[in-house]
């Protein structure tokens, strides 16, 4: 059983700052690419991803204010969240591409953490 908790959600002003922690526990063999998404009504949304090498990308609209990075010994991934606008409300979700054991491979999803900006 394979589990992602994610943390540090919650309501901030615009322009400030908020960071997200999802960690992975359970029957883990092998930890691939970790990303975050996001849904407001509407679509989910890819915003951040990480390889397991440590290449992060990032959609255009949050460029140069999210950071997303990955602790490997501790199978957790973070999004750190500076400058953040209304437009940034929502949703988020941490995601994870993994292996139970060599011939298992699927992805997982976390809770959501609810992410509000405003004033």
């Given amino acids: 059983q394979v589990q992602l908790v994610e943390s540090g959600g919650g309501l901030v002003q615009p322009g400030g700052s908020l960071r997200l922690s999802c960690a992975a526990s359970g029957s883990i063999f092998r930890l691939y690419t970790m990303a975050w998404y996001r849904q407001a009504p509407g679509n989910r949304e890819l915003v951040a991803a990480i390889t397991s090498g440590g290449t992060a990308s ?62």
């Fill in 58 to 119: 990032y959609i255009d609209s949050v460029k140069g204010r999210f950071t997303i990075s990955r602790d490997n010994a501790k199978n957790t991934v973070y999004l750190q969240m500076d400058s953040l606008k209304p437009e940034d409300t929502a949703v988020y979700y941490c995601n994870a591409d993994l292996s139970t054991d060599w011939r298992t491979r699927s992805v997982y999803w976390g809770q959501g953490a609810q992410v509000t900006v405003s004033s």
